[in-house]
């Protein structure tokens, strides 16, 4: 099993941009998530899915789009970038919510 | 608010000892503790995890005891070795919260050789 996977894993963007940030998971787990990590600030949920069809907003949703068609790929999309959306992205995700979460290995983002 | 943290930001150890890394919570609501470690340039990674209903569990090299009372969670880590250098975070899960985990700030270890 690969595991989570996520792709790309360094992006620069210029302020105004969309792009999206993809995840799969090849374990067949229903929860999936988004998280932004900063330095000093930890790991902030962006958003999250607890299966396919369902998603719903963490801590930071602001600014960021997601969708989860199928159980596999849960994919996050910026809309219009802005520099304070400069950091490392990573998706996480268990067989089910607050259950141990496996990681992928991060997205760094810059955005100029 | 109610949050998970960390009592120290840095620790360093030298190559043999052993180590450990502090946590404390204040949410009597969380049943579920998790320890993560997280190397440069990498996602966290799964060390070790412990449910409310015990006080301690042993991994390999790696203990975690969980003291209720005090709303305090520790690492610890046997012969601590170079590869072991990383920042290690505590994760808690509140059912009043709606389940989802919380993470700590982080404490980086520094192993010297």
């Known amino acids: 099993n690969a595991g989570v996977t996520q792709t790309p894993k360094f992006q620069v963007l210029k302020t105004g941009q969309s792009m999206t940030l993809q995840c799969a998971q090849d374990?067949?787990?229903?929860?999936m998530s988004w998280y932004r990590q900063d330095p000093g600030m930890g790991l902030r949920l962006i958003h999250y899915?607890?299966?396919?069809?369902?998603?719903d907003q963490g801590e930071v949703p602001n600014g960021y789009n997601v969708s989860r068609s199928t159980t596999e790929d849960f994919p996050l999309r910026l809309l219009s970038a802005a520099p304070s959306q400069t950091s490392v992205y990573f998706c996480?995700?268990?067989?089910?919510?607050?259950?141990?979460?496996?990681f992928g290995s991060g997205t760094q983002l810059s955005v100029l | 608010g109610e949050s998970v943290g960390l009592h120290l930001p840095t620790l360093s150890v030298q190559e043999g000892d052993n180590s450990i890394i502090n946590c404390a919570y204040s949410?009597?609501?969380?049943?579920?503790f998790i320890w993560y470690k997280q190397e440069s340039g990498k996602g966290p990674q799964f060390i070790i995890d412990?449910?409310?209903?015990?006080d301690k569990r042993q991994g390999q090299r790696v203990t975690v005891l969980l003291n209720k009372t005090v709303k305090h969670l520790s690492l610890q880590i046997a012969a601590t070795q170079p590869g072991d250098s990383a920042v290690y975070f505590c994760?808690?899960?509140?059912?009043?919260?709606?389940?989802?985990?919380?993470f700590g700030q982080g404490t980086e270890l520094s192993v010297k050789p």
């Open positions: 374990m067949n787990h229903e929860y």
């Open positions: 994760a808690e899960r509140a059912y009043n919260q709606g389940g989802k985990l919380i």
């Open positions: 412990i449910r409310s209903n015990m």
């Open positions: 996480a995700s268990s067989r089910e919510g607050g259950e141990k979460l496996f």
């Open positions: 949410n009597s609501a969380s049943d579920y």
């Open positions: 899915s607890v299966g396919a069809g369902i998603t």
